[in-house]
């Protein structure tokens, strides 16, 4: 099993430059969620969503945009690339199932922003 | 909202001390509380979790009783090993949200 796979592992952008990260999983979950984790805040939540077709906003989304055609895919758009947004991207997908509302993350994206 | 508040680090043990990371919780509802690891490089794994009061999460000597009256959920472990340092988060989980709340996470260092 892959689980959730994200790329790329690094990214390095300018000022201005937009970019997609990509997050894919075989578990057939219908929750996918993105967080960035910064020093001493944890995970914030950026978007989420519950199936395909259906996205919300999570803690802050600003700058930043998805999209759920399939189950499988949940991509990240940055649409113009600012250094506030350097900082480590975790991908996570969980089940629907009350009774096992485990998420799986992805092991990150740690993108720059120069 | 819901919210999660963990002790802040790091932690710095020697090996086979007593460990104890605490967590406590706001959530409306009766949330699953979870707590999760992450190893340098990695992403986060889950450690344990509860699903209702009272119930205990354990895994690798790690437990965790969720309390529902004083809003808990703190990390224990008899005897701590060199290969626990990480960063350890507690989570807590409400359906009728479909979100995840973390906290800030904690650093654990063992010294051998």
């Known amino acids: 099993n892959a689980g959730v796979t994200q790329t790329p592992k690094f990214q390095v952008l300018k000022t201005g430059q937009s970019m997609t990260l990509q997050c894919a999983q075989d578990?057939?979950?219908?929750?996918m969620s993105w967080y960035r984790q910064d020093p001493g805040m944890g995970l914030r939540l950026i978007h989420y969503?519950?199936?395909?077709?259906?996205?919300d906003q999570g803690e802050v989304p600003n700058g930043y945009n998805v999209s759920r055609s399939t189950t499988e895919d949940f991509p990240l758009r940055l649409l113009s690339a600012a250094p506030s947004q350097t900082s480590v991207y975790f991908c996570a997908s969980s089940s629907s199932d009350r009774k096992n509302t485990e998420a799986f993350f992805g092991q990150g994206t740690r993108l720059t922003v120069v | 909202g819901n919210s999660v508040t963990q002790m802040e680090g790091p932690v710095t043990l020697s090996e086979e001390a007593f460990l104890t990371i605490n967590c406590t919780y706001t959530a409306t509802g009766y949330p699953s509380l979870f707590w999760y690891v992450q190893y340098p490089g990695e992403g986060l794994q889950l450690l344990l979790k509860a699903t209702k009061a009272d119930d205990k999460g354990s895994n690798k000597g790690f437990e965790a009783t969720y309390r529902k009256e004083t809003t808990s959920f703190h990390l224990e472990k008899g005897s701590v090993q060199v290969s626990d340092s990480a960063v350890y988060f507690c989570?807590?989980?409400?359906?009728?949200?479909?979100?995840?709340?973390f906290g800030t996470g904690t650093r654990l260092k063992v010294l051998a």
């Open positions: 969503s519950v199936g395909a077709g259906i996205t």
């Open positions: 578990m057939n979950h219908e929750y």
């Open positions: 989570a807590l989980f409400t359906s009728g949200t479909y979100k995840y709340i």
